[in-house]
């Protein structure tokens, strides 16, 4: 596809605009550690990209999902220092800025959490869809990156979605627009690749 016919580009957050690896390696430790968990950080990472309560559920956690979930993401904030910005993440979103691209997000990450960080480091987006307590279905559901179209009136074919996981390319698929791999991510373009 063109570049230069978008008029829309929508970012993940973890892995894509942020390194946000070693905080939840920390925030993952506490929990497993707090809730009894018997699942190691690796297993974790492989989910990544879906809503934390998928995440759960995938690694076969099904009791006390929201309480999880709460003391996760309470720990994840105490440590949101860890969380830093890829160093090319302000120059691009200044460039867009510039030529008057629209921006949005499309993340699993919750609403506080994000809003938080994109004020920490002055980063300002024409559309926000964060996890919102469910409001929305998460990815791979397209739900998010739909809203984020409707509310800025923009078509398909302008907007491409830039993630880093398997899960972001099914969203981008399943809302029909266009992918970009964003190779210095959690996960390689040969391991989306492989599983189709």
């Given at each position: ?14 892995g ?11 925030a993952?430790e506490?929990?497993?550690n ?6 190691g950080?690796?297993n974790y990472?492989k989910?990544?990209?879906?809503p ?7 690694l ?5 999902k ?17 969380i830093?910005?890829?160093?090319k993440?302000q120059?691009i ?13 499309c993340t699993?990450?919750d ?5 938080k960080?994109?004020?920490k ?5 024409d559309?926000?869809?964060?996890d919102?307590?469910?409001q929305?279905?998460?990815?791979p559901q ?16 302008y ?21 970009l ?6 996960s390689?373009i040969n391991q989306?690749?492989?599983q189709?």
């Open positions: 596809f063109k570049m230069n016919k978008k008029k829309l580009i929508i970012f993940d957050v973890d894509v605009l942020f390194d946000s690896l070693k905080n939840m390696e920390i993952w506490y929990t497993k707090k809730f009894k968990i018997n699942v950080f690796d990472v989910y990544l990209g879906l934390f309560t998928a995440i759960l559920h995938n076969g956690i099904n009791s006390k929201q309480e999880i979930q709460k003391y996760y993401q309470l720990i994840s904030e105490k440590n949101l220092n860890l830093i910005p890829f160093k993440t120059k979103i200044g460039l867009l800025n510039k030529y008057q691209i629209k921006i949005a997000i699993s990450k609403v506080r959490r994000t809003k960080l994109l004020d480091y002055n980063l300002k987006f559309a926000i869809e964060a919102n307590n469910n929305r279905k998460g990815k397209p739900d998010q990156i739909l809203s984020i179209l409707d509310k800025l009136k923009i078509n398909k074919k907007s491409v979605y830039i993630g880093d996981m398997y899960i972001d390319y099914l969203t981008a698929k399943n809302a029909k627009i266009d992918y791999h964003a190779g210095w991510g959690y390689k989306i690749l492989n189709y």
